[in-house]
C-alpha cells in the first residue's frame, strides 16, 4: 500500500477539512471502481453513484483503520480523517470549535469521545488483531464494494456483484495458495467476521452524524453529512 502520507506532515483534522477529504474521496472512488472492475463504466450515472456512496463510508473506516495501525500503533482513539489529517480525543474541543458557531460545544465534544472510543477503539483493535497482508486488505474492499443487498439497483448489478465477491474470493484462494498456506479456511472466516464487524460500525456511524448534526458540528448541506444518508 502506498504509506507515502508517512512522510508528509500529519495534523489534526477540522470540519471543513473533513467535507473536502470526502469529496476527494468520492471522486477517488470513481476512479478506483473504473479501473479495477470491468463493466463498472457502462453502468448509468445514478447506478454508479449509488455503488460508490454506498462504499464511501466503508472505504474511509476500512482505510483509516489499516493507516492508523501503522501510523499510529496502540493508539486506538485515533484515525485519520483524510490523507493526512486526523482525530483522536486530545484534539476534540479543538475540532468541534472548527464547526458551525452554533454547535452545541460540550455535548458535541462528548458525542465525539463517544464515537471514537465506541467505534474507532473497536475497528483499531479487531484491524490491528488481524493483520491483513496488503492482498487480504484489497480483497475485503473488493467484497465490501460489491455486497449491495441493501440498494435498489437491477438484476444485472446484482449478478455483476456475485461474479466479482466469487472472483475476489478465487484470487484470495490463489493467493493462500502460492504463499503456502493450504489451511486457508479459518483465515477467510477471520476476514469475513471482520468485514462484518467493520459494516456493523458504518451503520453505527451514520447514527452518530445524525447525532453531529443535531448538535450542529455539521451543516444539513454539508457533503459529509450527506453521504451518510
Request: hydrophobic share 40%; net charge negative.
Amino acid at each position: 500500500m502506498d504509506d507515502s502520507y508517512k512522510f508528509q506532515s500529519l495534523h489534526p483534522t477540522t470540519t471543513s477539512q473533513m467535507s473536502e477529504a470526502s469529496r476527494v474521496l468520492a471522486s477517488t472512488l470513481v476512479e478506483f471502481a473504473t479501473a479495477a472492475f470491468e463493466g463498472f463504466e457502462e453502468l448509468s450515472s445514478e447506478d454508479k453513484w449509488q455503488l460508490i456512496k454506498h462504499f464511501h463510508k466503508p472505504f474511509h473506516i476500512y482505510d483509516s483503520c489499516y493507516r492508523s495501525n501503522i501510523a499510529f500503533p496502540g493508539k486506538f482513539t485515533r484515525h485519520f480523517n483524510s490523507y493526512t489529517s486526523f482525530l483522536d480525543v486530545e484534539h476534540l474541543e479543538q475540532f468541534v470549535r472548527s464547526s458551525p458557531e452554533n454547535a452545541h460545544f460540550d455535548d458535541a465534544v462528548r458525542m465525539s469521545r463517544f464515537h471514537l472510543e465506541t467505534n474507532v477503539r473497536p475497528c483499531r483493535i479487531a484491524m490491528e488483531r488481524f493483520d491483513p497482508s496488503e492482498q487480504e486488505f484489497l480483497a475485503m474492499l473488493g467484497i465490501q464494494f460489491w455486497t449491495i443487498e441493501s440498494l435498489s439497483v437491477s438484476d444485472e448489478i446484482f449478478e455483476l456483484a456475485a461474479r466479482y465477491r466469487s472472483a475476489v474470493l478465487r484470487d484470495l484462494r490463489k493467493f493462500y495458495a502460492q504463499t503456502g498456506i493450504t489451511e486457508y479456511g479459518a483465515r477467510i472466516g477471520e476476514l469475513f467476521c471482520l468485514n462484518n464487524l467493520l459494516s456493523a460500525k458504518v451503520e453505527s456511524n451514520k447514527r452518530n452524524f445524525e447525532v453531529f448534526r443535531l448538535l450542529d458540528i455539521f451543516n444539513d448541506d454539508s457533503f459529509v453529512y450527506s453521504m451518510q444518508k
